[in-house]
T-cell receptor, first 115, second 113 residues
Framework: DTGVSQNPRHKITKRGQNVTFRCDPI?????LYWYRQTLGQGPEFLTY????????KSRLLSDRFSAERPKGSFSTLEIQRTEQGDSAMYLC?????????????FGDGTRLSIL | SQQGEEDPQALSIQEGENATMNCSYK?????LQWYRQNSGRGLVHLIL?????REKHSGRLRVTLDTSKKSSSLLITASRAADTASYFC?????????????FGQGTTLQVKP
């Protein structure tokens, strides 16, 4: 179990630029989640994949955000035309199973700073 | 949006003392989970309690769940300096079958050596 890996750990970019983050879940985990966390707050759900299918998206996920999980393995989260309000920690988590009641394994996140 | 609230927002204790954190939530749940987060790191799962359970133990951790009051508590006994972190409760809501979690705002725990 090598854990959930996220890259890059930090990203600094200018407003208006596009950014892409990558998440490598635990290899046998079929479920993958993206969350966003701002300073002093708990994580907020963004989107959920079961294998390669994106089954749920939060209203927080505006049309500037897109996520993919090709072949049900790694996932990418892209933000287009970044805004100041996008500054946050983006966390990826994975879990195993199809039912409820499974703990999620989190990566260390990508911290995005918009200048 | 956050599911509920955690209380207190911050807690400072001496090593060896017990720490109790409370969590309230709003909607019916499948289960409730507690996570720990060290500064600048991801979240680490601590314990999961199902909606039909009332109490659960794991090492120095004790979790209670009162579904009638929509509340939970996490007790850390004999705290250590290494327990210094933020602690979050998270609910797996009944209306969802995705397992997505709704987090509280967290309690920041400082354990002084």
């Amino acid at each position: 179990d090598t854990g959930v890996s996220q890259n890059p750990r930090h990203k600094i970019t200018k407003r208006g630029q596009n950014v892409t983050f990558r998440c490598d879940p635990i290899s046998e985990h079929n479920r993958l989640y993206w969350y966003r966390q701002t300073l002093g707050q708990g994580p907020e759900f963004l989107t959920y994949f079961q294998n390669e299918a994106q089954l749920e998206k939060s209203r927080l996920l505006s049309d500037r955000f897109s996520a993919e999980r090709p072949k049900g393995s790694f996932s990418t989260l892209e933000i287009q035309r970044t805004e100041q309000g996008d500054s946050a920690m983006y966390l990826c988590a994975s879990s195993l199973g199809t039912g409820v009641g499974q703990p999620q394994h989190f990566g260390d996140g990508t911290r995005l700073s918009i200048l | 949006s956050q599911q509920g609230e955690e209380d207190p927002q911050a807690l400072s204790i001496q090593e060896g003392e017990n720490a109790t954190m409370n969590c309230s939530y709003k909607t019916s749940i499948n289960n409730l989970q507690w996570y720990r987060q060290n500064s600048g790191r991801g979240l680490v799962h601590l314990i999961l309690i199902r909606s039909n359970e009332r109490e659960k133990h794991s090492g120095r951790l004790r979790v209670t769940l009162d579904t009638s009051k929509k509340s939970s508590s996490l007790l850390i006994t004999a705290s250590r300096a290494a327990d210094t972190a933020s602690y979050f409760c998270a609910t797996d809501v009944l209306s969802s079958n995705t397992g997505k979690l709704i987090f509280g705002q967290g309690t920041t725990l400082q354990v002084k050596p």
